[in-house]
């Protein structure tokens, strides 16, 4: 996992990044992808869920009432 390179997402102009230690998940030992690809044609996708690996790292706060949702960094 060391040797893997971070990921990053960007929102609104703003940077996020995902070590391998937060999208890499060890399971029973094993190794395996957090990402999950989706094959969504178009005018939908390409499209990318960004799940429980962004969400552990980042807390999101949905404003319904503006149509926004705002990102911080958790602790």
Known sequence: VPSLPPFTMQFGG?????????????LQ???????????IPEPLGPIWIIGDVFLRKFYTV???GKDRVGFAKAR
Do not use: R, V, W
């Open 62 to 64: 949905y404003d319904l």
């Open 29 to 39: 030992g094993q190794c395996m992808s957090g990402f999950m690809g989706m094959d």
């Open 14 to 26: 703003k940077k996020y990044t995902l070590d391998a230690e937060d999208y890499i998940l060890n």
